[in-house]
């Protein structure tokens, strides 16, 4: 990882979704989230917590 990169994860007992990009921006959030979406699988009623 070069120096000045992000990384967001997303936890799920596990890594489930992860995104590194150059510099902070609002959509690597929502980019790792979606990631995580698709490889979970979520079933309806889903509850979303983030710190």
């Not at 967001?8 to 979606?34: F, M, S, Y």
Request: cysteine-free; proline content about 6%.
């Amino acid at each position: 990882m070069k120096a000045g990169s992000t990384l967001a994860i997303v936890l799920d007992r596990k890594v489930v979704g992860w995104l590194l990009k150059p510099r902070l921006t609002a959509d690597i959030v929502t980019d790792a989230l979606t990631m995580a979406w698709f490889h979970r699988k979520p079933a309806p009623g889903l509850m979303h917590h983030s710190d």
